[in-house]
């Protein structure tokens, strides 16, 4: 299907929802459908109306070129056809852009699960590192973060730490972060002043609602504990710690933060509900493009994305090859931005070079 026809369909399909919309009697639920559908397309109908225009004034250049009979006035119709033609591969291009298949998961919330790796305390301290990372980060964009379950070290370090964060546009902006992060530094605890190298790894899952995953009772091993904070420390004199697990997957998740054992229900189930949700679109993605890597990689967790050089003040995405020196911003949440734009545009382009 060529451009064009791909351009008439997105405009037939607007004038389809225009009419919809102005029929009485929808339930809630379909209105609510509808009006996301005629809200998400009405940019892309501007940008065609523009791309459109643009060819017209092409196609008037054209025939002035042509036809007119003083020289200068010809001159000035060349010099404006040749920079109105400079500007329509860009508009075709980011027209397909707009039309490229959009992810069901990129306005959703997310949940941040971030793991020490190998290297002891040290990987522990990096992981906690990046968990604040991912904290300032949400801040400087507006959204919510609300740390879930942290597992503390004793020393200040991370062994596990899980987080929701709600916003605008969350998981499409953090959803290239789920891989391996190295790190490479002199620790603290270190006297010999040798460079160590950890890891930690995270992973960012679209936050799931009843209605992308139904979970069936039946399905669940529901175990309640007293809740129990490092070295054994009773944190709760109550059986208030949930764990959960989802009997055909093996899926566990434990929760003990919260004094209320029907608050750590609710929070456990959500992570539950977030890693099923995961695990079907990973599923999903595989069987889509079975034989195709990107560059930006294929998300799984044991994937090596990002190395953190603290000696060298730099940071390198191994997927786009990018490198910054900038350590200091990066781990501030300032400079992530710089690599997430850049994944982006990285995914964009590969999945256009797929178009027919």
């Known amino acids: 299907m060529s451009l064009d026809q791909k351009l008439d369909r997105v405009i037939s399909r607007h004038h389809e929802l225009t009419a919809a919309l102005g029929a009485p009697d929808h339930d809630p639920k379909t209105f609510a459908r509808l009006s996301k559908e005629y809200a998400d397309l009405t940019p892309v109908v501007e940008a065609i109306a523009a791309l459109r225009r643009m060819r017209g004034e092409l196609d008037d250049l054209k025939g ?4 007119a009979g003083d020289a200068e006035m010809r001159k000035i119709a060349e010099t404006e056809f040749y920079e109105l033609r400079e500007k329509l591969p860009d508009m075709e291009r980011q027209l397909q852009i707009m039309l490229l298949p959009k992810d069901a998961a990129d ?15 040290e990987a522990a301290l990096f992981a906690a590192l990046l968990f604040r990372m991912y904290q300032r980060y949400a801040a400087l964009h507006g959204w ?39 790190v490479q530094r002199v620790p603290e605890t270190e006297a010999s002043g040798r460079i160590h190298t950890s890891t930690a790894t995270v992973a960012v899952l679209p936050e799931a609602e009843d209605v992308d995953i139904k979970i069936d009772d039946k399905d669940l091993r529901i175990d309640v504990f007293r809740s129990s904070g490092p070295g054994g420390q009773s944190v709760n004199t109550t059986d208030s710690a949930v764990r959960i697990t989802h009997l055909p997957t093996g899926v566990v998740v434990q929760q003990q933060d919260e004094k209320s054992q029907h608050k750590n229900k609710a929070k456990a189930l959500k992570i539950l509900r977030a890693r099923l949700y995961d695990m079907e679109r990973a599923k999903a993605e595989a069987e889509r493009s ?18 953190y050089n603290f000696p060298q003040g730099r940071v390198s995405d191994h997927r786009i090859n990018l490198t910054l020196y900038k350590i200091d911003k990066v781990v501030a949440g ?23």
């Open 290 to 307: 079975a034989n195709r890597r990107t560059q930006v990689g294929t998300g799984e967790r044991s994937e090596r994305i990002r190395t």
């Open 334 to 356: 300032e400079a992530l931005d710089e690599f997430i734009d850049a994944l982006i545009a990285e995914d964009r382009a590969a999945r256009l070079s797929e178009l027919p």
């Open 64 to 67: 002035l070129m042509g036809e």
């Open 144 to 182: 919510r973060f609300e740390a879930m379950e942290i597992s503390e070290n004793g020393i200040g370090g991370y062994k596990e730490a899980v987080a929701e964060i709600s916003g605008a546009g969350v998981f499409a902006r953090l959803k290239f972060e789920s891989g391996v992060h190295r």
């Open 107 to 121: 306005e959703k919330n997310a949940i941040l699960e971030v793991r020490a790796g190998t290297g002891g305390d």
